[in-house]
Nanobody
Framework: QVRLVESGGGMVQAGGSLRLSCAAS????????MGWFRQAPGKEREFVAT????????AYAESVKGRFTISRDNAKNTVYLQMNSLKPDDTAIYYC???????????????????WGQGTQVTVSF
C-alpha cells in the first residue's frame, strides 16, 4: 500500500521560508517522478513543482519559479519542497504526489499522479 506523508507546514510571515517534506512508503521510490500541488480555499488544486526519478530534472509553476525548490533523496524515500520569499498568495494546503512509473518526462497534471498524500497546511500572513 502506497503511503505519502507530508510534514513541515505551518504559519509564517510574508518573506519567510518553510521546508516541506514528504516521506513515501509502499513503493520503489526511485521509480516514480514526484510532485507537489497546492489547493487554496475556493480554488482548484494546482501544480507547484515536479522532480524526475533521479532528481536531475525539475519543473515549476510560473508563480513559484525562482522562489521554490523541489528535491529528493532516494536513499531516504523523501521528497522536499523548499519555499522561500513566501507570499500570502502561497497560503494553501500542500499535497505531495507520486507520478506514474510509466510516465516519460515530468508530469504536471493531476491525472498523471495516481498516489497522493493527505496534505499539510501552509499559511502566510502579511
Amino acid at each position: 500500500q502506497v503511503r505519502l506523508v507530508e510534514s513541515g507546514g505551518g504559519m509564517v510571515q510574508a518573506g519567510g521560508s518553510l521546508r516541506l517534506s514528504c516521506a513515501a512508503s509502499g513503493l520503489t521510490f526511485g521509480n516514480y517522478p514526484m510532485g507537489w500541488f497546492r489547493q487554496a480555499p475556493g480554488k482548484e488544486r494546482e501544480f507547484v513543482a515536479t522532480v524526475s526519478r533521479s532528481g536531475g530534472s525539475t519543473a515549476y509553476a510560473e508563480s513559484v519559479k525562482g522562489r521554490f525548490t523541489i528535491s529528493r533523496d532516494n536513499a531516504k524515500n523523501t521528497v522536499y519542497l523548499q519555499m522561500n520569499s513566501l507570499k500570502p498568495d502561497d497560503t494553501a494546503i500542500y499535497y505531495c504526489a507520486a507520478g506514474s512509473q510509466l510516465f516519460i518526462g515530468l508530469p504536471t497534471l493531476r491525472r498523471q499522479y495516481p498516489f497522493w498524500g493527505q496534505g499539510t497546511q501552509v499559511t502566510v500572513s502579511f
